[in-house]
């Protein structure tokens, strides 16, 4: 079985910077692609950043394009989530999740994640 679980969040000023961690157990974590994805209050999901399983390809939204910057050790079995220049927008529950596909890969499309952690929250103040 396959365990995400995320740490790093917490409250900051807007400006400020975070750093999520997400440490996988269970199955070889280097056959996973891995994603965070964000949910804020009253809002749907929306996909954040993802990387490949080699961590030789990332995906960045356009929202967070230039400030955040996805990452992964594969010796440590985590992906990190390196957020900068944060806005009070920025402020939602943050979510990993691990891909473990064949064929064509879809970063941003969360149906295609297979396991999810529980999230960290994320308050940045104004």
């Known amino acids: 079985q396959v365990q995400l679980v995320e740490s790093g969040g917490g409250l900051v000023p807007a400006g400020g910077s975070l750093r999520l961690s997400c440490a996988v157990s269970?199955?070889?974590?280097?056959?996973?692609?891995m994603g965070w994805f964000r949910q804020a209050p009253g809002k749907e999901r929306e996909f954040v950043a993802a990387?490949?399983?080699?961590?030789?390809?990332?995906y960045v939204a356009g929202s967070v394009k230039g400030r955040f910057t996805i990452s992964r050790d594969n010796a440590k079995n985590t992906v990190y989530l390196q957020m900068n220049s944060l806005k009070p927008e920025d402020t939602a529950d943050y979510y990993c999740?691990?891909?473990?596909?064949?064929?064509?890969?879809?970063?941003?499309?969360?149906?295609?994640?297979?396991?999810w952690g529980q999230g960290t929250q994320v308050t940045v103040s104004s």
């Open positions: 269970g199955r070889a974590f280097s056959t996973y692609a």
């Open positions: 990387v490949s399983r080699s961590g030789g390809s990332v």
């Open positions: 999740a691990a891909m473990d596909y064949s064929g064509t890969y879809y970063p941003s499309t969360d149906e295609r994640y297979d396991y």
